[in-house]
């Protein structure tokens, strides 16, 4: 869960190299570093964000048109300004950056240090480099090929970039389950994590797919290899990405940005794919495959994080609308216990970036035991949309803040599609019904605007709740998976531990916690279930609990028991969750921002989790 950033070109490295560790810091940002060659390699490592980097370094540059830098999100080692990447080889030759983890590291750097290699850091990452530099000095090899050599031995996941000292005309670059992308200038080669670092220079891009190894040369361009040495032909892909969509664009924090975005982002996600006066609605990556879907004997959602909670609120939408029995697995867990997976399993993959390792994984598991993949992610190009069998983007647009918002509304949208285009298919959803859900769907993004306004009253809420040390949210039926999210939030961006029950077991545990001191977060917008909450409702107040309730616009009941009550605009049950998490968004966000924390940048968490 780093963020690496190379260059080689006719322009000065430095600053380009900066730039782009900026835009990759939400991938990473307990240190950083850059090498780069002019006359002899240096090295700049500091412990901090890239601001920090920047300090270190002045303005000073080298006139280097070669180098990389890097953003790290401690695996190995404590976070410091010796753990930091680049990592010199014992020699000083060679430098490395790298995203993964060398599994092996331990017994590869105990037979190292007997070769009378030195260490200086805790990393598994400086282990690779003496390996190269090894195969070097051994079969008197270049860079490539003690590469090569080197990568037979190494265990694990990883995207590597390597730097010689001797050769500042060349990098060599190595994928394996992280990801790496290399943009295509005039004369001049890029080499990020991601696109966002490089679609202010070129559009033109080539992913790296696992088990290649790529070469960028001044003389010899771009050549592309197979581990087993096989030159191969890479199709240049063309970036769909607005440098305006990488900047905050007059918001305090990216995730407030991104808040406001859901209108636009949910209404990109429907765009040219539902028509509720003509009554259709379609998903490309599911019209060829329909029929194998609704085959199924039943459908398997994988996801981790906010990924999983979209897809327990999918398992509602599956069961509810298409009748088709759904289960939703951790990814992390189902790739690790053996899981039962027969032909004729469809497995629907739900990651934001494309590229959670643990989602990957999962989805490839499945997929080599039989069953079909179906991909809903964020990020065109990413690994998980090239894996699938078909899939389909949420259209939302990059979002930079570690705190997923926009994409979690995308991927509950597309959820809904998805499980209203088979239900219609099945005819489980009569014509008159279809045409109201269609309906009531494309009214939510202006739904989701009047929600918005709502913002002064949720910092008021926030600035009630700021110093609680826990918080508990509930929620019934569609509403229990927002409660989990609206946790999530609190505690990934406040610090606040916060749970999310279904809000029938509170009085199986989590009553016992609750206090005067112990704010409690009611979603209770379900009319089918609407008694009941309030009878939780009731509950927590008798035991002196400070209720705070989501509740639609023409409640009254839930009104006169709660504490603080937020009003949302009344929609279809199933609907609710893309409406009723807006305001758990802003309460997040805002007491994250009263308690003087990093919004956009949470301690110790990475956008994209590409590490197990």
């Not at 730039?19 to 412990?47: C, F, T």
């Not at 750097?109 to 200086?120: C, E, I, R």
């Not at 636009?264 to 019209?287: P, T, Y």
Request: a negative charge; glycine letters at 8%; one cysteine or more.
């Amino acid at each position: 869960m780093c963020g690496i950033m190379a260059y080689l070109g006719n322009k000065q490295a430095g600053p380009i190299i900066l730039e782009g560790l900026k835009r990759l810091e939400y991938r990473g940002y307990d240190s950083a570093g850059m090498a780069l060659i002019e006359d002899d390699m240096v090295i700049y490592k500091k412990q901090g964000k890239v601001a920090e980097l920047e300090r270190l370094i002045g303005a000073d540059w080298p006139k280097s048109t070669i180098g990389m830098g890097h953003t790290r999100w401690a695996t190995h080692g404590v976070p410091d300004d010796i753990n930091a990447h680049p990592h010199r080889s014992s020699g000083g030759r060679l430098a490395v950056i790298h995203n993964g983890i060398v599994e092996n590291y331990d017994s590869l750097k105990k037979a190292l240090q007997k070769l009378d290699f030195s260490f200086t850091s805790q990393t598994d990452t400086e282990v690779f480099v003496n390996l190269v530099e090894y195969y070097m000095l051994r079969d008197e090899a270049d860079l490539e090929s003690a590469a090569f050599s080197a990568l037979k031995r190494v265990e694990g996941a990883y995207a590597f970039v390597l730097m010689d000292r001797e050769n500042p005309d060349r990098l060599v670059i190595a994928k394996k389950q992280s990801p790496i992308v290399i943009g295509i200038g005039e004369e001049e080669f890029f080499i990020a994590s991601d696109a966002t670092p490089i679609v202010q220079y070129t559009k033109k891009v080539i992913y790296l797919e696992d088990n290649e190894l790529a070469i960028v040369d001044r003389k010899a361009g771009l050549i592309i290899k197979s581990f087993d040495k096989k030159i191969l032909t890479k199709q240049v892909k063309e970036l769909d990405l607005k440098l305006e969509e990488l900047e905050k664009g007059g918001y305090d924090h990216f995730m407030l940005k991104e808040i406001y975005q859901q209108p636009q982002s949910v209404s990109d996600c429907m765009r040219g794919r539902i028509n509720s006066e003509e009554g259709w609605a379609v998903l490309g990556g599911l019209k060829e495959h329909i029929d194998q879907i609704l085959d199924a004997k039943r459908l398997i959602l994988l996801g981790c994080g906010t990924s999983w909670h979209s897809a327990l609120i999918g398992k509602y939408l599956m069961e509810d609308l298409a009748r088709i029995p759904t289960k939703v697995e951790y990814a992390s867990e189902f790739r690790y216990r053996n899981p039962v997976i027969e032909e004729g399993d469809v497995v629907i993959a739900i990651s934001q970036s494309g590229e959670t390792i643990d989602t990957l994984a999962a989805a490839k598991l499945a997929k080599s035991r039989g069953a079909y993949v179906y991909g809903i992610v964020n990020v065109v190009g990413s690994s998980i949309a090239r894996m699938t069998d078909s899939g389909s983007y949420i259209h939302a647009g990059p979002e930079i803040g570690v705190a997923s918002t926009k994409a979690f509304t995308g991927q509950v949208t597309l959820l809904t599609l998805l499980a209203l285009i088979l239900g219609r298919k099945e005819g489980n959803i009569p014509p008159k019904k279809y045409k109201t859900y269609l309906k009531a769907l494309e009214t939510i993004p202006s739904q989701i605007a009047q929600v918005l306004s709502i913002e002064e009253q949720m910092k008021f809420i926030a600035a009630e709740i700021k110093d609680s040390q826990h918080a508990l949210y509930l929620g019934r039926g569609y509403n229990f998976p927002v409660a989990l999210e609206g946790a999530l939030k609190l505690k990934e961006i406040s610090y606040i531990h916060a749970e999310g029950y279904p809000a029938a077991e509170m009085k199986h545990g989590p009553i016992a916690l609750i206090d005067e001191n112990m704010p409690v977060v009611v979603v209770a917008t379900n009319d089918s279930d609407y008694d009941k909450v309030v009878n939780n409702i009731q509950e927590v107040k008798s035991r002196k609990g400070i209720v705070i309730s989501i509740v639609n616009e023409d409640d009254t009941i839930v009104k006169g028991i709660s504490d603080y009550t937020v009003e949302i605009p009344r929609t279809l049950d199933a609907l609710t969750p893309l409406l009723s998490v807006i305001p758990l968004q802003l309460l997040s966000y805002h007491a994250a921002v009263m308690r003087g924390c990093d919004v956009d940048q949470p301690r110790n968490l990475a956008k994209s989790v590409t590490v197990e």
